[in-house]
């Protein structure tokens, strides 16, 4: 993963690092809760569901941002560079390491769903078996928590193909967000439809992004903070959360407010570890899924009912989740060395950086 600092116009954009970091500690967060949190006994306190519950209410925020930072970094190999000099980093890398990484986890998460007693009915994922036709139709479908590689070939292919016809193509992505369930049930593939605008917007409107949220605006952040948590609350009250209209105008203000957050922040607080974990989104999103499901194994019996334990549990999805970033990245220590670096990037590209949009 490359580490070059983020220029736009002979300035530093500081908030993207950051930005990068948060979202892929929120994925984590996420996966922890839903898979290992839940399995948790808690007595009388309904943590699981306040948990979830909250983190569903950033379900507009987490892919979103992602994609919109990946297309904004892709923005001059779509818009300025030709297919030969940006294919192989930005298509053959990110296609290897999809089925790569996918192959690795479908094969240990089969084991452990086979091997370990037990296992079948704690770790989800039924789809999940050594048979070949099945593994191939999840590689096509993204049917794996490897999708975003699979996502970033497709989008970058596409942006790059329509690169002179902007807003036909912003506008036939943001029809597919808005039909997507209703174009396939296939629920990963739906994920692929859903957030191709956020890439394009970050791509062809990097320019003004890069202006606009150049410095934090109070007024901006204040405006959009309220505008944001009014319309979660109508949406709420309306029972029209998850709709896909709503939720591309939740994703739009909730970006916006999380990038004037993080730019607020980081005034006075170079939230340095995050930074540095924005630096290294790789081998946290293709290994931690590996790490979670052990956890989950293990928490399965836990009991947390009492009050010192449900003291603990308040805060556990976090101690996890900073738990298994920390041990991807140990993980990416130990292997970044001889064969072990085309885990990580491109066979034949070993002294060439993975691209930024990862």
Known sequence: ??????????????????AKGACIFMVVLWHTTIFSYTRIDFGTLPLDSLWTGVLTAFKPLRMPLFFLISGFLAHSAITRRTWQATFRSRVATLFWLYVLWMTINWLVISLMRTQIP???????????????????????????????LYAL????????????VTVPLLVTLALLQILSEHITQA??????????????????????????????????????????????????????????????????????FAIDTLSLI????????????????????????????PVTLLLADVDLSGTAGQALAVALPVLIATA?????????????????????DFPAMRNRPVAQGT
């Open 118 to 148: 037990g296992a079948a009915g704690v770790i989800p994922g039924e789809a999940y078996t050594l048979d070949v036709v099945e593994f191939m139709r999840g590689v096509f479908l993204a049917d794996s928590g490897i999708w975003y």
């Open 266 to 293: 980081l005034r006075f607080w170079q939230m340095r570890a995050l930074q540095a974990l924005g630096k290294r989104t790789l081998p946290v999103y293709v290994l931690h899924m590996l790490l979670v499901h």
């Open 1 to 18: 993963m490359t580490t070059t600092p983020i220029v736009h116009g002979g300035q530093r954009i500081v908030w993207i690092d950051a």
């Open 187 to 256: 629920w990963n593939f739906q994920k692929l439809l859903d957030y191709g605008i956020f890439y394009a917007l970050g791509c062809f409107g990097r320019d003004h992004i890069a202006r606009i949220y150049a410095d934090f605006s109070a007024r901006r952040w204040a405006l959009v903070g309220v505008v944001l948590l009014a319309s979660m609350a109508l949406a709420r009250q309306l029972g029209i959360f998850y709709w896909p209209v709503m939720q591309l105008f939740l994703s739009c203000l909730m970006v916006s």
């Open 324 to 344: 298994v970033c920390a041990g991807c990245l140990l993980v990416r220590l130990v292997l970044d060395r001889g064969p072990g670096r085309a885990l990580f």
């Open 153 to 164: 070939v497709l989008y970058f292919v596409v942006c790059k193909i329509f690169n002179r």
